[in-house]
């Protein structure tokens, strides 16, 4: 298939032949000709062009977050004979696609070309088909062959390096120490028996069942203590315009990840019905993260029945609420539920852009509980550090 040079120089082969005839120039006539011509060669020369070229997407690294540098690397081989110039395309959902050049490739090489993934919007983002196109030495005629499927990737929320939430403590019922790290090493409640491991106090050996079992066997000692995280986001279309939305999830998907970390339970509660469940490890995290890499603002959903249950199931630990610039009722209401919670706190995405010019709010109106007027992710940063350190400066003081 001609490419726009081809066309082009079909056309002005056109002129110049009409050209030529009208005014009796048949060096014209053939120079049109000749032109025309050279095209249709270029043309039968690309579709006689049979290559045998592989290629694999590869995406790095393998979970991508706002703001990352993500990377694709497409591994190009070569089966077949000498291949041509390569000019591979990559459709990328979003974007205009992505061209890069390859080649020529001798028969059994391989090598790779790489891109920039766009990482600025978190959500599915898919990647393909991808297609190499091969054209003649002077870009007049060209063909497309199909290389490669689709492939989608999830683009999570950006997390932000904060601190995970302070251990509670007094009436809580979940709060304590710091869990042990080293398993039969630290506590004093007899936990379970185990395999002995080098470096394992024999004064811990359980010798009946080592006798029974035929090795040696220890008691394991922990603290069968776990901090436990309730995050309760705010989704309502009412509540947020884009850009507090997004402040929102990255302050939910940062904490969440910060005390998933600790090896907390965490849970995650949206106000139109959304409920994970208390639960650990980084399996449940990824969960969390995807759901808020696609979660948008609804406009069903109610912040006062979500209260009205976490008041009814409260669990102890800490709860951080992820706020849009609502009234000054409903932070008040959330507020409320630090008779159920050990720790409060409250996280408010300015919105008015007034506001945003303001300095940042901190502000601790209870012993147990925190509100943050955030404009952005940095002032959150900052906001975040001196709430978790207990630097806070109290209201009209």
Request: proline content about 4%; charged content about 25%; glycine content about 8%.
């Given at each position: 298939m001609p490419t726009r040079n081809g066309w082009l120089l079909i056309l002005l082969g056109g002129v110049l032949i009409a050209v030529g005839r009208l005014l009796g120039l048949w060096e014209l006539f053939i120079i049109g000709f000749g032109a025309m011509a050279l095209v249709v060669l270029a043309a039968i020369s690309v579709g006689l062009t049979r290559i045998r070229v592989r290629a694999?997407?590869?995406?790095?690294?393998?979970?991508?977050?706002?703001?990352d540098d993500g990377r694709v690397d497409i591994a190009l081989s070569n089966a077949g004979r000498r291949s041509p110039i390569l000019r591979i395309r990559d459709q990328v959902a979003g974007t205009g696609g992505v061209d890069v050049t390859a080649g020529p490739l001798e028969r059994g090489e391989t090598t790779t070309v790489a891109y920039r993934l766009p990482t600025s919007s978190r959500g599915p983002l898919q990647l393909g088909p991808l297609t190499i196109e091969i054209s003649d030495p002077f870009a007049l005629a060209s063909i497309t062959v199909a290389a490669g499927s689709t492939t989608e990737i999830t683009v999570l929320p950006r997390v932000l390096p904060v601190g995970p939430v302070p251990h509670t403590s007094g009436d809580d019922p979940h709060g304590g120490a710091h869990m042990?790290?080293?398993?039969?090493?630290?506590?004093?409640?007899?936990?379970?028996?185990?395999?002995?491991?080098?470096?394992?106090?024999?004064?811990?050996?359980?010798?009946?069942?080592?006798?029974?079992h035929g090795e040696l066997m220890v008691r394991q000692h922990e603290v069968p203590w776990q901090g436990r995280l309730t995050v309760l986001l705010d989704n309502r279309t009412g509540s947020h315009d884009a850009e507090t939305f997004e402040t929102a999830v990255t302050v939910a998907a940062s904490v969440l990840s910060a005390s998933a970390r600790r090896q907390d339970l965490v849970r995650l509660v949206t106000t139109d019905g959304g409920d994970s469940g208390f639960s650990s490890g980084g399996s449940h995290l990824d969960?969390?993260?995807?759901?808020?890499a696609v979660i948008h603002p609804v406009g069903r959903g109610s912040l006062q029945k979500t209260l009205s249950s976490l008041q009814r199931d409260g669990s102890g630990g800490v709860l951080l609420a992820a706020l849009g610039e609502g009234a000054a009722t409903e932070v008040d209401t959330v507020l409320r539920l630090r008779n159920r919670y050990g720790r409060v706190f409250v996280v408010s995405a300015l919105r008015d852009s007034a506001s945003r010019r303001e300095s940042l709010t901190l502000t601790r109106p209870f012993p147990t509980a925190t509100v943050l007027s955030v404009a952005d992710r940095e002032s959150f940063l900052n906001g975040w550090e001196r709430a978790v350190s207990g630097r806070v400066r109290v209201a009209g003081r």
């Open positions: 694999r997407r590869r995406v790095s690294p393998a979970r991508v977050h706002v703001g042990p790290t080293a398993s039969g090493r630290s506590g004093e409640d007899f936990y379970a028996l185990r395999q002995y491991t080098v470096g394992d106090d024999l004064r811990r050996v359980h010798w009946r069942s080592t006798a029974r969960a969390l993260l995807h759901f808020l």
